[in-house]
């Protein structure tokens, strides 16, 4: 027979799990049988705790698959801060502009990517949340933290409010 030093970690790893769903059984019913065998007020007063304790998951209609309302306050979060990120490309003179990274919106029109192979004389576009596609002009690069500022170019004959829908 082999002594518990003598395993690896493997062993130990399985060992663990294994005692803890023979654990987990036995603690299942143990629980059960004595909820059969308590009095009816105890039980009540255990559902009572259970039902206002553990926390309702509701299915999302999407999906069909349970959503606690950490996973929604995520999802929201997820959502929201999307719309601000863009695909940053190199258009060089060529018709379909190449992807070069992705960027953030941070604030009036401004967008900061990782520097990559951004440079000042390039000729660059984003592509937004919504699919239309925005001209870029570089505001500064900045070697040290490796990140790029560009600016969303707004055409001259456009107004102010065009730059303040796309941040």
Request: hydrophobic share 40%; charged share 20%; no cysteine.
């Amino acid at each position: 027979m082999t002594s518990i030093e003598e395993l690896n970690k493997n062993q130990i790893i399985l060992l663990t799990i294994l005692i803890s769903f023979v654990t987990a059984i036995a603690t299942g019913i143990i629980t059960t049988t004595l909820l059969e065998e308590a009095p009816s007020n105890v039980t009540q007063t255990i559902n009572r705790v259970v039902e206002r304790t553990i926390e309702k998951a509701v299915p999302s209609p999407a999906t069909g698959r349970v959503l606690t309302k950490d996973d929604e306050e995520l999802l929201s979060a997820i959502e929201k801060s999307s719309q601000a990120v863009v695909a940053v490309n190199v258009t060089n003179g060529s018709s379909t502009p190449r992807f070069l990274s992705l960027g953030v919106i941070v604030s009036n029109g401004l967008i900061v990517t990782a520097k990559g192979k951004i440079e000042k004389t390039g000729s660059y576009s984003a592509t937004l949340s919504d699919k239309t596609t925005v001209p870029l002009s570089v505001v500064t690069i900045d070697e040290a933290k490796d990140i790029a500022v560009l600016k969303i170019a707004v055409p001259e004959e456009k107004t102010a409010t065009t730059t303040d829908s796309i941040t």
